[in-house]
């Protein structure tokens, strides 16, 4: 199993750039494929972006491409969430999520596809 809690989240102006992170329990943090999604009030959660286990390939939605940047650090057990250029309607509560191994192209943006849950931080962006 592994634990996961993020940090980062605040309130920013329109155009500022926030880090994300997510600390990961255990010693198998490098077998794990990890996600990043979102949940607006009254929206259904929605993915952002994720990381294959082997760090090589990145997944963006459409809404994070060439703003967001997703990373990992394996000897840190942590996956980071770098964004830039925020938008007011990029405001949500930003979760990560786990998932053993590697994830096809119908997995890594379906929020059903992983285990591993953390509790969330709230991101508000203001005008």
């Known amino acids: 199993q592994v634990q996961l809690v993020e940090s980062g989240g605040g309130l920013v102006q329109a155009g500022g750039s926030l880090r994300l992170s997510c600390a990961a329990s255990?010693?198998?943090?490098?077998?794990?494929?990890m996600g990043w999604f979102r949940q607006a009030p009254g929206k259904e959660r929605e993915f952002v972006a994720a990381?294959?286990?082997?760090?090589?390939?990145?997944y963006y939605a459409d809404s994070a491409k060439g703003r967001f940047t997703i990373s990992r650090v394996n000897a840190k057990n942590t996956v980071y969430l770098q964004m830039n250029s925020l938008k007011p309607e990029d405001t949500a509560v930003y979760y990560c999520?786990?998932?053993?191994?590697?994830?096809?192209?119908?997995?890594?943006?379906?929020?059903?596809?992983?285990?591993?849950w953390g509790q969330g931080t709230q991101v508000t962006v203001s005008s």
């Open positions: 255990g010693r198998t943090f490098r077998q794990y494929s």
């Open positions: 990381i294959m286990w082997t760090g090589g390939s990145t």
């Open positions: 999520a786990a998932e053993p191994g590697y994830m096809g192209y119908s997995d890594y943006g379906d929020p059903n596809e992983y285990d591993y």
